[in-house]
């Protein structure tokens, strides 16, 4: 009689077997979600903050028509990180044809009208299609209306009036919150990248383990076997979990991996890259992925066919995401018992180890409590499924 145990493992590492043969499906469970996911959510996002703030940096070239008709504009323009560059007589058509991003164009009468005390007109020309240009053009815009201000306080000033007239309100901004924009947006992002990954690094196991395998007529072959039906889906089960948890945990690091670039505090908070902080990340969403793992199988024991087991796991896929949504759409604030409740604790936390990578593991122990003891209901709704005489049929 061949231990239990034993039986379970030799089911599992045939599983594993088999699943690394196909290569489909090791490239869905391995590469897809777990290294161009991550990439393709993270990355364009990391390279337009980089070119960002690159810009900003090292300065940006601005291309001006007239330069020698306002000497001080220019010298502000050039505290302020621009590096003045003079446009030749095409200058719209540079701009066409996107040579140039941006050009300031200051008109001959802008240092008579500023002596005269009337408006001195400077136009920007740009192409809105592009967003170089448009972004440029925003930042410009910010910086010119300051300077405005400043001559305007000081030609008041020289009138010896009193500079607070133009500003009766004194605005302060004071944010309470505990959380930013930035931060939420990330989590979020995060946990798509996560849940996702997860789900697809069992998704083609979990449709041929017993579905195909019905489909196919060989598990038969495999329930004459001297073990019993329930050490056989075990095994299949632990397969799934297998692979689902190195896909989720193959994301995270990848994730990780990919914030390493992200400028120091962009958004606001420092934990980012903090090891800890993926450590925090990777124990809270294991009890995620053993539910889906659990669901995935429950699905594949019921389904009849190869074909009907990926349709139902394809509409499966997205119910994890639906806390998410409504977290993010409903502005719903954490409360005990959210903070309980599988699968919707997991999204509320990882913002917080996100902001907070001090925040104490004790505070996962309902969540992943609450997620397990679900993760084990469907794994023995699994279980009776799979010992019908119905599964032979």
Not at 140 to 145: S, Y
Not at 239 to 254: G, K, N, P, R
Not at 311 to 335: K, N, Y
Request: one cysteine or more; proline letters at 4%.
């Amino acid at each position: 009689m061949i231990h239990p145990l034993s039986a379970i493992l030799v089911v599992l590492a045939k599983e594993l077997l088999d699943n690394i043969r196909d290569r489909r499906s090791l490239f869905y469970s391995l590469i897809y979600g777990t290294l161009f996911l991550p990439c393709m959510v993270f990355g364009p996002m990391i390279f337009q903050i980089n070119k960002q703030t690159s810009s900003y940096e090292s300065g940006r070239d601005l291309y001006v028509v007239g330069a020698q008709l306002a000497p001080n504009l220019l010298n502000y323009l050039t505290s302020e990180n621009f590096n003045i560059k003079h446009a030749g007589a095409d200058y719209a058509h540079q701009v066409e044809t996107h040579a140039y991003d941006l050009v300031l164009e200051i008109s001959d009468d802008y240092g008579d009208a500023l002596l005269n005390g009337t408006p001195a007109r400077v136009t920007l020309h740009y192409l809105s299609e592009t967003s170089d240009s448009q972004s440029h053009s925003r930042h410009l815009e910010h910086v010119l209306h300051a300077y405005n201000q400043k001559i305007a306080m000081q030609r008041m000033l020289a009138r010896g009036l009193d500079q607070g007239m133009l500003m009766p309100l004194d605005v302060t901004l004071s944010d309470l919150s505990d959380e930013n924009f930035g931060s939420s947006m990330l989590a979020s992002m995060l946990a798509f990248v996560i849940t996702f990954s997860c789900t697809m690094g069992g998704f083609y196991l979990a449709v041929d383990v017993v579905a195909g395998e019905r489909e196919r007529n060989s598990i038969e072959p495999l329930l004459s076997l001297a073990i019993s039906r329930s050490q056989i889906l075990l095994g299949k089960f632990l397969a799934i979990l297998t692979f689902c948890t190195v896909s989720y945990a193959a994301a995270l690091l990848m994730s990780a991996a990919m914030m390493a670039f992200m400028p120091e505090h962009i958004f606001g908070f420092g934990d980012v890259s903090n090891l800890t902080t993926y450590t925090k990340l990777m124990i809270l969403f294991w009890p995620l992925c053993l539910l889906l793992a659990s669901a995935m199988l429950l699905i594949t024991t019921y389904a009849k066919s190869a074909k009907e087991a990926q349709t139902l796991l394809g509409v499966a896929m997205m119910v994890p995401m639906l806390p998410l949504l409504v977290i993010q759409f409903l502005d719903i604030e954490a409360s005990p018992s959210q903070l309980a409740t599988p699968v919707l604790s997991q999204y509320f936390l990882l913002d917080r180890i996100m902001m907070d990578s001090t925040h104490p593991v004790l505070a996962m122990l309902p969540g992943a409590l609450s997620t397990t003891v679900v993760s084990l209901i469907l794994l023995g709704i699994a279980l009776r499924l799979f010992g019908r005489d119905k599964m032979l049929s």
